[in-house]
């Protein structure tokens, strides 16, 4: 069966207001969490495996923060066309 991506819409994105994380496809996550006086804040998580096992046997499952959502460029912070395409020249997509 082949991998789902890009499982998040625009509109999903921009108004999610309940913490959690939301799985996007291929290991990439929308984190949202409470912030100050009230509001949310929303970054892209990347979660992978590493290629030890634990004491358990099992792969070790890793995390990599991304960055804050934006919606445009200007503002710094990584869009969502940017979070799900290749992290490094030369990487290939999912």
């Known amino acids: 069966m082949a ?20 799985a996007d496809g291929a290991g990439l996550y929308l ?4 912030g100050k006086n ?3 804040t929303k ?3 990347f979660r992978y495996m590493r ?3 634990s004491r ?13 959502l934006s919606t445009n460029k200007r503002d710094g912070f990584i869009t969502t066309k ?8 030369g990487a290939r997509k999912p």
């Open 56 to 68: 358990t046997g099992k792969p070790t499952s890793r995390e990599m923060g991304l960055g804050a």
């Open 31 to 34: 984190q949202v969490s409470a």
């Open 82 to 89: 940017e979070a799900r395409g290749p992290s490094l020249p």
């Open 38 to 40: 009230g509001g949310v």
């Open 51 to 53: 290629g030890h096992v």
């Open 3 to 22: 991998r789902r991506l890009n499982l998040l819409s625009p509109k999903f994105i921009e108004t999610i207001e309940k913490p959690g994380r939301y």
């Open 43 to 45: 970054s892209w998580l």
